[in-house]
């Protein structure tokens, strides 16, 4: 087998990282560690890593399109595993125990599964035979081809901080789990887990991350289902877990919406179901998996098998989040979970025996590094092909272009690393990912592909207008003070429906604006 030299300078980055990695959780944390866990974990990670290697070496030719696309060669069955795990991360997982857990939002309020699977289905009916049809390398490429070079680099921007909030959110998700069950420092087990993925998305590209995806998503399901058993036993079966977590939570143990249920949150729950059913839809992790599939037909099967599979996976999550939120901890002599983020890492150390919890922290893992590894690899992409390509080095040839991404993969990869050590709650952080891509590049998307009058006029007002009314209703997330006085405050935040209106703002203006700009027959490009 023989390796590049890009490749190799990835293993000898990773070992070095790592090497330090291990020499710190020695030295900090060994007394806490649990060392059983960890070799597990560890086996774990040296085989996601050789599965790396293997599709590096299994590249026809170091090609920008191979390292972007796989050659477009993924098969149906491989590709419905890449995509499902691409979507069934750590977020997915902890963030739908979470709020499932947490008294304050329950089960009406995990909306992401079905709205994600819902995403899918919408993509597969109306985007991705359309896109696999053109032959695109990357989402971005329909709107650089409709409103140029320049808009397209402006829209890139939410695009890119969709992919890293994304990618961020799920190695927290890992880092507490990590956490709570292995005993290592936060810090170190976020740190550690986004070398390993950052290394083989940069060693094998797209093949890495749809080989690994097969392995990573079948030991989701299965650590998942050996550790539901034993936590559910605690309360006599899932149908008493059922009616004890009906007990406490009353209206809010549903997934369906009513004024009665949600009060004066009732609109907002609708603002963030269409965010997330249509805010779903224009990711480039969504679209490498729609382009690299070997025709149309496979690009709308997959996602349509997907949509099925991330239901699937939203179940187990949810018990873990009802267990925790029924258990009594206190009457058990445990420690009650200390956030709403912690309770499926709580529930495998504390309710399952200590090698099932191992397995489960494997699955988590598994699902974080599906998922991680792919957003690094959708923003490297879009970072490589629509920015630096076209604005930077036009001429540059396919094999230097690979090189690049590989760089690429590493920048936005430690970036999101970064972002991961500095931010809270996971569901929070995963919610906004479609929040900034629902309101600022859903409707472009639209409309460069079914709009054919729509211009770089109409993108560049439709940006602004729709960028005042998101940003104008604040975000507590990310601190940022609402400077628009929207209706329904409440605790300080407007529960009107301003991402929604943003949205079809934003669409009403690139529709209007460019008919307009044609009517006054403006030639000047923004390119």
């Not at 959780?25 to 960890?38: E, G, H, K, N, P």
């Not at 995509?83 to 963030?95: L, R, V």
């Not at 880092?175 to 709570?180: D, E």
């Not at 995806?213 to 036993?233: E, H, N, R, T, Y």
Request: a neutral charge.
């Amino acid at each position: 087998m023989r390796l590049d030299k890009s490749t190799i300078q990835s293993i000898i980055i990773m070992t070095i990282m790592l090497s330090l990695s291990t020499i710190y959780i020695f030295y900090f944390t060994a007394s806490d560690v649990s060392w059983t866990s960890l070799l597990i974990v560890g086996f774990f990670y040296i085989g996601i890593v050789g599965f790396g290697i293997y599709a590096s070496a299994r590249k026809s030719e170091e090609d920008v399109n191979e390292v972007l696309l796989a050659g477009r060669k993924i098969p149906l069955f491989m590709a419905i595993f890449t995509m499902s795990a691409t979507w069934i991360g750590g977020g997915f997982i902890n963030g739908t125990a979470e709020n499932t857990y947490n008294t304050g939002y329950g089960l009406i309020w995990v909306q992401a599964p079905w709205g994600y699977a819902l995403s899918l289905i919408v993509g597969g009916l109306f985007f991705a035979r359309k896109m696999r049809d053109e032959g695109y390398k990357t989402m971005l490429d329909p709107l650089e081809q409709k409103f140029g070079k320049r808009m397209a680099s402006v829209l890139f921007l939410p695009a890119l901080s969709g992919e890293i909030f994304w990618s961020a959110a799920i190695l927290t998700a890992l880092g507490t789990t990590f956490g709570i069950i292995l005993g290592i420092n936060l810090q170190a087990a976020i740190v550690i887990s986004a070398l390993i993925a950052i290394a083989y998305t940069a060693i094998g590209g797209l093949w890495a991350v749809a080989i690994t995806d097969m392995l990573q998503l079948s030991l989701l399901f299965i650590g998942l289902l050996l550790v539901l058993p034993f936590a559910v036993s605690h309360l006599g079966g899932f149908s008493d877990t059922w009616i004890l977590y009906q007990e406490k939570m009353g209206a809010l143990a549903t997934l369906l919406p009513s004024k009665g249920a949600l009060g004066e949150y009732y609109w907002q729950w609708w603002d963030y179901a269409l965010l997330l059913i249509f805010g779903g839809v224009p990711w480039q992790v969504y679209f490498q998996r729609v382009l690299s599939a070997k025709d149309a037909d496979t690009a709308v099967q997959l996602s349509f098998f997907a949509a099925f599979i991330c239901i699937l996976a939203a179940i187990p999550a949810s018990m873990i989040g009802m267990i925790g939120a029924v258990t009594d901890w206190a009457a058990m002599g445990l420690p009650a979970p200390e956030t709403s983020a912690s309770v499926l890492p709580h529930v495998m150390r504390y309710l399952t025996p200590s090698i099932i919890g191992a397995i489960g922290l494997g699955a988590i893992a598994a699902a974080v590094m599906s998922s991680v590894d792919s957003s690094i690899l959708s923003a490297a992409s879009m970072s490589t092909w629509n920015v630096y390509r076209p604005l930077v080095k036009p001429n540059i040839t396919p094999t230097n272009l690979a090189k690049v991404l590989k760089r690429c993969i590493w920048i936005v990869g430690i970036a999101a690393t970064i972002l991961a050590l500095n931010i809270e709650s996971v569901y929070e952080l995963w919610f906004l990912c479609s929040d900034f891509v629902f309101c600022l590049l859903f409707p472009p998307l639209v409309c460069a592909l079914f709009d054919k009058k729509s211009n770089v006029y109409g993108a560049a007002f439709g940006f602004v207008v729709a960028a005042t009314l998101r940003f104008g209703g604040g975000d507590v997330t990310l601190g940022i003070p609402a400077f628009i006085d929207y209706p329904m405050m409440a605790e300080g935040q407007s529960l009107f429906p301003f991402r929604t209106l943003a949205m079809f703002s934003g669409l009403t203006t690139i529709i209007l604006v460019s008919r307009i700009a044609s009517l006054l027959k403006l030639r000047y490009s923004l390119d």
